[in-house]
């Protein structure tokens, strides 16, 4: 069932005013509803109609975390991108980076190809992929959408950054020959850990 947007939302998206937006609704240019307590909302789909016919497209916000365990940091990234982009449409995934089947990342993948987007913007640009952001940048660029890093300082050093790679790799295929959560696969994450921590030993 679609969900009617409020006003301010609908003209976020839209690149216009509210009072713009009630202007369009007097002049029956938007189809609006009207809640039990006769406020105005637009379904999404008129947002959708209007920003086809006049070529308007909005950011995209995405964010990710891998895990259950790192709500904190993907509700910090959600307040940083409604922040910087107030209104903008938002989607969020809790899955591994090594992953593109991940539902918000499809749904952000859909709206570049249908040409509604104008940015995608993330928190951080591994926040997208771990790996092939640059292809992504040139997938995104063939729909006229440009990809926006609000912090494009790296998080970790570059160790620190290979080995959170190397581990993410290692739980991955580990999961798909055993079973995530198998004494095999924490057994072989412990040595790699370990290795890693002292690659000397």
Not at 4 to 31: F, K
Not at 40 to 48: A, F, G, I
Request: net charge positive.
């Amino acid at each position: 069932m679609e969900i009617p947007l409020p006003p301010r939302e609908a003209a976020a998206r839209l690149g216009i005013t509210v009072r713009t937006l009630q202007t369009w609704d007097r002049a029956s240019r938007i189809r609006v509803v009207r809640t039990p307590t006769d406020r105005r909302r637009v379904p999404l789909s008129e947002v959708q109609r209007i920003m086809g016919e006049r070529e308007i497209r909005s950011p995209m916000l995405y964010a990710r975390v891998s895990s259950h365990g790192q709500r904190d940091d993907l509700e910090r990234q959600k307040e940083q991108l409604v922040r910087a982009f107030p209104g903008a449409e938002l989607r969020t995934d809790i899955r591994s980076g090594l992953k593109f089947d991940r539902p918000g990342f499809l749904a952000v993948l859909t709206a570049v190809q249908e040409r509604r987007v104008s940015r995608v913007v993330v928190v951080y640009e591994d926040r997208l992929a771990r790996f092939g952001v640059d292809l992504l940048r040139h997938v995104f660029a063939a729909y006229g959408t440009t990809l926006e890093v609000l912090d494009p300082k790296p998080r970790d050093t570059p160790e620190t950054e290979l080995a959170n790679d190397l581990i993410a790799l290692i739980t991955s295929f580990s999961a798909r020959l055993y079973r995530p959560r198998s004494h095999k696969t924490k057994q072989l994450l412990s040595s790699a850990r370990a290795v890693l921590k002292d690659p000397g030993r």
